[in-house]
């Protein structure tokens, strides 16, 4: 029996390390049957810091699915990894030990890394299982692990042996703090104040050498002066013609530069007149390589600016941009300055502004394959639907191919050797790895190019994003079969996996390139569908951020609430989208708690005796019509899972078991227990009882093992089996209808202040509630109750008309006193859905009638919606 309050904090604990202890949600895998499982792409959080509200709300929407399936019957494989690979940790180690990867040969680095990360996994671990997460704790993996290294570097192999990879020496997007190129996809746009500079360029050979002809360059970046290889002119330029096909002087550094035409010139930007430097943007890349540019650097890897931009090398970019516009000013070529806010494109992962070097890199191919990766995209479902736009935003807005090579230590290395003659690549064999080039051997003693027999490792690692791309095949077990010459899994059943379920910031990043990399290596799409869940925003539904100040941490929540509560407030909004934290729903997952509780209590005291069975057909009206209203309810709340409509899942139910189970149905089923003994009555109560622990047990996970074991069975709420409808028959509307009447009563006697065991006389009832008529009487204290053939005489009374100021103040000024006095007098009338008063004609949409029903018969009349109920009392 539940005794006393409900204590979250004594029962959630003992189910956690229950759960955990008794390997509740193990993955048993048969492979001869894949029709069992049910596979889970969980995304391996970044080991960067601690875990945030973000990673609470998302595991605990891909929990309820889990818990769901597992309930339909399906063997679920639900793992954990964690992402320790890329840069992320590798900046979090540097923090935490103060040093610089720089200064360490790489493998004491990545084992210094491995040691901080190793903490963070550990409080990782212990978070999940702390929110009641039905993870597989067997199945956990991490990203830097030698498994995943020889996954890693297999795909690249498999890649390059399919000539989706190349090699080249090509303008790459650059992080200048973390001295790393990136890919297109780790870059995000940001709002900064800046400068418009208009500058006077000289026109070579056209005017007086103490007085040439000048035109006007405006820029943002006069520190990119000193790589200005050309300027470009739009063809439709009619005002800037002349200048094609002349020669400008770059001022400060005198480079001469052809003036070029070229249809990509905005010509609503500044001047219309545009620079060229090596490089600035992508459209600077387009026309170096359109035009056959010179390639000039004057930015390198560290910000700074190179030899090339003569006296100002050496300084950071800000300062070489100050330098040279009071240079440009001393030397009357700086015409105007002016303050703007400008979009710009920095590093997703330390929001620097990122520059574009021309180095050696690997790339994946994408672009020539744009259109089967939206096909890939189309195969799966999604959820919600919107979200597929983005997905294919991303693809047909793409401009480069997948830049994979980083210049950091954390990292996985590429397994790939050079002919320090020829440069001709060598590649490990599939056998040996994972390999590090930098300590083992090249697989051949001479290059089998030219036969020289020295090689130069490669140094650079591969992207983070390279490798958890590839986490449906980690967790398939993907491997190289040497026997028989192939690539195969482990675990074939789990492949293609039926959810993969992460934030929609990341669409681009992990799904794309998962998509990518496994479309690549098996030839199909990876998941059969896909869940996106939105963002959690504070109270006032601002990004949550560490610069703002507003993060919430899952300790602070859970020391507060109830982890179930959080879990209630979690299927709070539709996925897809931003969900605001909310103490109120919080609370409102607390209250739900305390009703489940202290109703389970009183069933029990209800049901001590109840029979474990009953011939349906036996069961008096109310009984069926109860049981039948509750296979509705799981039908409708099957597909609510289903389509992962977790809130109207969540709310449906709730409703439907606080208002209709406990409101009406128990306390019906209470007087008839206690007054007669009624074994019908009793038996409803343990059946839909059991019923609802189960359906709300996927949200409230642990409240319901508890009230499960101790009620029902010993083995888990968590592995008996989603309820299926009974099929029993019943009168829905009377049933309804009757619910109505006795809600109807029960606010009368409140109302009234009369207890609910107060006897009422007479109660007359117009609407039908065949069947029922008993369980009213019954359960309200009516001694008589009369089912009327013909409604009641009931008048619509017009008790007023509220005005809409907001529209007739505006049109009618100081005649609204003059029409709120004819009102007040009822001096109006409606004419075709018009008000007609004070000599003026108002439209529909300025007023609204305000009515009431009234009875003037004998006895009360109740409100309610659907039937009248008059009460009779002497």
């Known amino acids: 029996m539940p005794s006393g309050e409900y204590d979250p904090d004594t029962v959630e604990a003992k189910w956690q390390d229950r759960w955990v202890d008794d390997e509740t949600y193990a993955y048993e895998g048969d492979a ?63 923090d935490e030990l103060d040093v610089r990867h720089q200064d360490y040969e790489r493998r004491e680095f990545q084992r210094m890394t491995q040691e901080v990360c190793a903490e963070y996994e550990a409080e990782f671990t212990e978070k999940m299982q702390s929110l009641g997460i039905s993870i597989d704790w067997n199945q956990t993996y991490q990203t830097i692990s030698p498994e995943v290294r020889r996954i890693s570097q297999l795909s690249f192999i498999d890649l390059y042996e399919q000539g989706r990879e190349y090699r080249q020496r090509a303008p790459a997007i650059w992080c200048p703090e973390c001295e790393t190129a990136i890919s297109q996809v780790e870059t995000e746009d940001d709002e900064q104040p800046s400068h418009f500079h208009d500058i006077a360029f000289d026109i070579v050979g056209r005017g007086d050498a103490d007085d040439p002809e000048q035109f006007t360059i405006s820029t943002t970046r006069p520190e990119l002066l000193p790589a200005c290889v050309a300027v470009f002119v739009h063809p439709d330029d009619d005002e800037n013609q002349d200048l094609v096909g002349e020669t400008a002087r770059v001022p400060l550094f005198d480079q001469e530069v052809p003036v070029i035409e070229d249809e990509r010139v905005d010509m609503e930007t500044g001047s219309g007149i545009v620079m060229c430097c090596t490089f600035g943007d992508q459209t600077d890349i387009e026309w170096y390589q359109a035009h056959d540019l010179d390639l000039r650097i004057a930015i390198d890897e560290s910000g700074t600016l190179t030899d090339v931009a003569d006296e100002y090398e050496g300084l950071s970019s800000e300062a070489a941009r100050e330098a ?53 995209g189309k195969e799966m479902d999604w959820y919600p639907e919107k979200m597929y736009t983005r997905y294919k935003n991303w693809i047909e807005g793409l ?29 490990a064999d599939k056998e040996r790895l994972p390999v590090d080039p930098l300590s083992d051997d090249p697989p051949v003693d001479a290059c089998p190019k030219c036969g020289h027999a020295a090689f130069v490792p490669e140094d650079d690692v591969l992207d983070t994003w390279a490798t958890s791309s590839l986490t449906p095949l980690i967790n398939a077990g993907w491997d190289w079969d ?86 209630y407030w979690a299927a709070g909004s539709a996925v897809g989208d931003d969900l605001p934290y909310s103490e109120k729903g919080l609370r409102a997952g607390e ?49 609510r899972f289903e389509s992962r409509e977790f ?43 059991r019923r609802f622990l189960k ?114 103040g505006p049109e009618f000024g100081s005649r609204v006193s ?40 004998e006895g009360e009349m109740v409100d309610t919606e659907d039937v009248v109920v008059i009460v009779h009392r002497d």
Not at 340 to 362: A, D, P, S, Y
């Open 32 to 94: 001869e049957n894949p029709d069992t499982a049910f596979s889970i792409d969980s995304p391996p959080p970044t080991v960067s810091g601690s875990l945030h509200w973000g990673h609470v709300y998302g595991f605990t929407l891909q929990d309820f699915v889990a818990r769901f399936n597992r309930m339909r019957g399906k063997d679920v494989y639900f793992p954990f990894g964690y992402d320790d690979n890329g840069i992320a940790s590798e900046r979090l180690a540097e």
């Open 324 to 376: 040279i516009v009071e240079d440009l000013h001393d030397a009357g070529a700086l015409l105007d300055r002016w303050g703007i806010t400008h979009t710009v494109n920095v590093h997703e992962r330390c929001g620097t502004g990122v520059e574009f070097l021309v180095k050696e890199q690997w790339y994946v191919e994408l672009l020539d394959k744009r259109e089967a990766y939206l096909q890939a």
């Open 399 to 427: 401009q480069w191919d997948w830049a994979i090579s980083r210049q950091r230590s954390s990292g996985i290395p590429f397994p790939v050797w050079y002919c320090a003659d020829c440069d001709e690549p060598v590649l």
């Open 482 to 567: 040497a026997e028989h010459e192939e690539f195969g899994f482990e675990n074939p059943e789990l492949y293609q996996f039926d959810l993969r379920p992460q934030g929609h910031d990341i669409i681009s990043f992990w799904l794309f390139h998962t998509v990518v990399k496994c479309y690549e290596h098996t030839g199909t799409v990876p998941f059969d569908s896909v869940m996106i869940n939105g963002m959690v925003l504070d109270e006032n539904r601002e990004k949550m951020s560490k610069s703002k100040g507003n993060i919430v941490a899952p300790d602070e929540v859970v020391s507060k609430y109830p982890v179930d509560a959080a879990r």
């Open 591 to 639: 209250k739900l708690l305390r009703k489940l509780w202290n109703a389970s209590k009183l069933v029990e005291s209800l049901t001590e005796d109840a029979p474990p069975e009953f011939d349906h057909d036996d069961l008096a009206a109310l009984d069926r019509w109860l049981l039948a209203s509750l296979d509705r309810e799981i039908e409708r709340l099957t597909n």
């Open 647 to 689: 809130s109207k899942a969540r709310d449906g139910l709730r409703g439907f078991f606080w208002h209709t189970f406990c409101d009406d149905y128990l306390e019906i089923a209470k007087q008839r227990v206690r007054d007669g003994d009624d074994p019908s009555a009793a038996y409803t109560l343990s059946v839909a009882h």
């Open 695 to 808: 359906l709300f047990s996927p949200i409230l996970a642990h409240a319901t093992e508890e009230l499960w074991r101790d009620m029902h069975e010993d083995s888990s709420v968590h592995q008996s089996g989603w309820p299926e409808p009974l099929g029993v028959d019943a009168d829905f509307e009377a049933g309804e209808t009757a619910m109505e009447v006795v809600g109807a009563l029960r606010k009368y006697k409140s109302d009234a202040k009369l207890s609910m065991n107060a006897d009422l006389d007479r109660v007359e009832v117009w609407g039908d509630v065949s069947g029922f008529e008993d369980d009213i009487s019954s359960v309200m204290h009516v001694d008589e109750l009369a089912i009327l053939s013909e409604r009641p005489a009931i008048e619509t009374v017009v008790t007023g008309v509220d005005l809409d100021y907001s529209l007739v």
């Open 818 to 857: 003059d029409i709120e006095a004819a009102l007040e007098e009822g001096a109006y009338e409606t004419v075709d859905d018009e008000l007609h008063v004070a000599d003026v004609e108002l439209g529909p949409e300025m007023f609204e009638i305000q009515k009431e029903q009234r009875y003037t018969g």
